[in-house]
């Protein structure tokens, strides 16, 4: 399978895959690297040998045309899927129309609980004493999609946002390899979002 990963942030999902990708047997390479901004995660692009692009959000004069800009850009590379591995824009409804089912999301929750962009802080904020990580096929909705995979973490006492962001990362780069693989093994089927 040929991957488009776009990244946000330092791309620890994305090392994960371009790590497992290293091995010959892995059934999966990833193409492109794509971003909505400066990220530090594109530095795994010359890391690797693998492009990136960039298209900020703040060049385009609204979230629909930055979204056709990114979808030409990743449209280019001809992926098998597309992954949001900390992408932290909500893509137009077209975009994800053109690319669903074989677009992806990352998610440090486990969904249905606590979708958007702060689940970790909303955990937290919660009082629950487990959260945990999702791997979804991205629909219209805010992390809405199927659930293709996900595993509960337990959230300690003293964690601060960023102690339990980083246990559920270490669950959350598991399971996306692990989808990866099944998804290219057959094992997992991506359906093709309903359309209410
Ligand atoms: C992940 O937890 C992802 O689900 C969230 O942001 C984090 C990205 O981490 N939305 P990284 O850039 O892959 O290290």
Redesign the pocket.
């Known amino acids: 399978l040929s991957l488009v990963v776009l990244?946000?942030?330092?791309?620890?999902?994305?090392?994960a895959l371009l790590e497992a990708a290293e091995d010959a047997e892995f059934p999966a390479r990833v193409v492109a690297i794509g971003a909505d901004r400066d990220?530090d995660?594109l530095d795994l692009g010359e890391e690797y040998g693998i492009p990136t692009f960039t298209v900020p959000f703040s060049s385009f004069p609204d979230r629909e045309a930055w979204g056709d800009e990114l979808l030409a850009q990743v449209q280019q590379w001809e992926p098998d899927l597309v992954i949001l591995?900390?992408?932290?824009r909500l893509l137009p409804a077209r975009v994800v129309q053109a690319l669903s089912p074989r677009l992806l999301?990352?998610?440090?929750a486990y969904l249905p609980e606590f979708p958007g962009?702060h689940?970790?802080r909303d955990a937290l904020a919660a009082g629950v004493q487990e959260s945990g990580?999702s791997i979804i096929v991205v629909d219209e909705g805010v992390d809405a999609g199927p659930i293709l995979a996900q595993e509960r973490v337990a959230v300690l006492p003293g964690d601060t946002e960023h102690s339990l962001?980083e246990r559920?990362?270490t669950v959350?780069?598991r399971l996306l390899v692990q989808a990866v693989l099944d998804i290219a093994n057959g094992n997992l089927e991506l359906k093709e979002q309903s359309r209410a």
């Open positions: 990244i946000s942030g330092g791309g620890s999902n994305l090392r990220a995660g591995s900390g992408l932290m999301n990352t998610h440090p962009a689940g970790v990580a962001h559920i990362k959350e780069r």
